[in-house]
């Protein structure tokens, strides 16, 4: 993988997590909705949907850039609409940006012929 494989990895891995907290914020304010006065469902609907569309995106331009088989995209894809999926995909692509990133590099030092 080169270094924008890397970048592109990373990418979604950053908005992974704050999606899968905006995801279960959500949850909790529909449920506060429907049991008492507080609504903040319109404002945590919006930043949700925001970092859904950006996870959408970065998972597109990994997918791209990594040429990652049918079923790896499909994982990422169905852990993003998952309440807590969004955590593990986390972990999962730091993993792999960390092997990434140190592939890029052992091949700039001429290390490896990768």
């Not at 993988?1 to 990418?11: G, Q, S």
């Not at 994982?75 to 990434?100: I, M, N």
Request: charged share 20%.
């Amino acid at each position: 993988m080169d270094l924008k494989t890397a970048t592109a990895i990373r990418r979604l891995r950053l908005v992974s997590a704050p999606e899968a907290i905006s995801f279960l914020l959500l949850l909790v304010c529909s449920v506060l909705k429907r049991t008492t006065e507080f609504n903040a469902v319109p404002v945590m609907g919006m930043v949700h949907g925001v970092l859904f569309v950006l996870y959408v995106i970065f998972w597109a331009d990994a997918w791209n850039r990594a040429k990652w088989s049918l079923k790896t995209a499909a994982l990422y894809f169905v852990l993003s609409v998952l309440p807590t999926g969004g955590f593990f995909a986390d972990r999962k692509l730091r993993r792999e940006s960390e092997d990434a990133l140190i592939a890029s590099r052992a091949r700039q030092e001429g290390v490896v012929n990768a």
